[in-house]
């Protein structure tokens, strides 16, 4: 089946510090996967950061980033210079987009805490 | 308001009691979804529906069942509760291959 793996956390950054948070895909449902990366804030529930349908293509969000790269299937979000609002729980996905059964598989998810 | 709501947000259950997760959103989304988060092991999915009366297991659909008689409403239910199914429950919807819209979670305690 379709999994993602993520940088295990917890990550800790200083506020104003470069970020990278790794994650790696295996599709094996469909050739060309959707790729998501969501964030989870203390107390709330999970919403979307970013996506990208298109292999080679970037997609960027309140300063994060993150490329398709389908020759490495990685996905790996970045940020220049992380502030401490940013603290939260990051989650790489997979989507399936081949229409009918369409579902998300996660990873397990990154704690990310950036310190003043 | 492109909002999906889970009720309760907190329950506590003794093994052998009967569980009702709720959900609902007002976006007029087709599919629906509920995932389980514990330690460790990210969201899980356990049921989706495609819509009314059109649901399929998901990875982990083992101790739960389902119920979507309104396209706006998706519960979950545990016949039976069992300790090992002490989680966060999240629900989410979505609109074709579009992203999923999640609920704040429900925390449910099985002792």
Redesign the interface.
Known sequence: ?DSVTQTEGPVTVSESESLIINCTYSATSIAYP?L?W?VRYP??????LL?VITAGQKGSSRGFEATYNKETTSFHLQKASVQESDSAVY?CAL?N?G???????????TLLTVTP | DMKVTQMPRYLIKRMGENVLLECGQDMSHETMYWYRQDPGLGLQLIYISYDVDSNSEGDIPKGYRVSRKKREHFSLILDSAKTNQTSVYFCASSWGTGQLYFGEGSKLTVL
């Open positions: 089946g959707n998501f969501y107390g709330e529930g999970l919403q979307l996506k989650y989507g987009s229409g009918s059964n369409y579902k998300l598989t996660f990873g397990k998810g």
